[in-house]
């Protein structure tokens, strides 16, 4: 899928969740800018753990369905992720790398940083179970 028919996918299904944006999608998965606002901050001026959890699950979900087309049903079945330091308001940017894309499982290398900086805020890895084709 390209970046356009991804953001159109996003946009359909999650209308309130239009603060993600896919930005590229590249040979190994894709890129996810999250528009950060205050309802992603927490207190002490940085953005919360759960925020960062769902741009690496959104950044993973796109990554695959770049690759496998429109299967809306692929689901999380594991998200392990590591927060390294901490971010600023500032938008946030995941990059998603595909380490294996089979027929039933996908895995995927997900690492955030803010924008301006390339120093990682957060390293995930998620994978999805992907539904059988007919």
């Known amino acids: 899928m390209t970046v356009e028919q991804l953001n159109e996918l996003l946009g359909g299904g999650f209308p309130a969740n239009r603060t993600y944006d896919v930005t590229k999608v590249t040979d190994r998965g894709c890129e996810v800018r999250l528009a950060v606002n205050d309802g992603h901050g927490r207190p002490g001026g940085t953005v919360s753990g759960p925020t960062m959890m769902t741009l ?3 950044a993973a979900w796109m990554a695959i369905l770049s690759r496998i087309g429109p299967v809306v049903l692929a689901v999380t079945t594991s998200l392990h992720i590591d927060f390294l330091r901490k971010p600023a308001i500032a938008d946030l940017i995941a990059d998603a ?15 955030i940083h803010s924008e301006g900086s390339m120093d990682l805020v957060a390293s995930a890895q998620v994978t999805y179970s992907i539904p059988p084709r007919r």
Request: net charge neutral; no cysteine.
């Open 56 to 58: 690496a699950d959104t």
């Open 97 to 111: 790398d595909l380490l294996k894309l089979g027929t039933r499982l996908a895995i995927v290398d997900v690492r």
